[in-house]
């Protein structure tokens, strides 16, 4: 779901052979009509991923591009989206591949995570731009997209936080609390309006399949199809 730009991957590599502090580096990703696509992010916390976050999103609505940093030039960053990623050989080496836990969503942010524990930089490159046209993967199983970004969340937190026990329970029961939650405002919502706005009935919907999935246990069966 790219399209890269001419002289993009040469440029990608310039800049790798120039800076040996480098584990990895990517580009401006852009929409197909050419506007900015975020490329980066903040290593994520279970405050802003489980809670804040949700009002984050709230006050953003509709705004595409409303969190979208600024950068004038090459800059060290937590993450790289991971819809280009150019990664040196010796940073592979020394922290591994992407994790095969995980099996969509947050794989990039865990990779890198490692590198940054190792010691090595990931930088953004603001002027080399590659077009994202984005969801291709999960287009037309949007609920169940939801669940397996949930189950990624979780994983991250485990292996970051070397959460195990009571404490992994706590933060999987804190979700579930967010939850229900929002799922008890969308129906209300719903009832007021009598299902009859779409939005409104989709965000009901989702968040009441990711309560029957935090129901039932988490099942892997209502996640992405393996």
Known sequence: DTLLKKGAID???A???AHPDAGMCGPQLLYRDGSKQTSTGVFPD???ELTSKSLTRLFSAGKRGVSIPVFDAPTPVDFIIGACMF??????????????EYFFFYEEIDWCYRLNRAGWLVYHLPAIEIYHFGGQSTKGINLRARVE????RY???RKT???SGGRLKGLVALGLAQTTMRLSGYTLMNLLTLFMAGRLRRRWLMFGYLFLWHLRGQPVSMCLPR
Do not use: N, Q
Request: hydrophobic residues 55%; charged residues 25%.
């Open 155 to 157: 994983l991250y937190f």
């Open 87 to 100: 990664v040196r050989k010796s940073a592979i080496d020394d922290v591994g591949m992407l994790d095969d």
């Open 11 to 13: 440029a990608l590599f």
């Open 15 to 17: 800049f790798m052979e």
């Open 161 to 163: 936080l070397h959460l």
């Open 46 to 48: 279970i405050l802003t």
């Open 149 to 152: 970004s949930w189950r990624s």
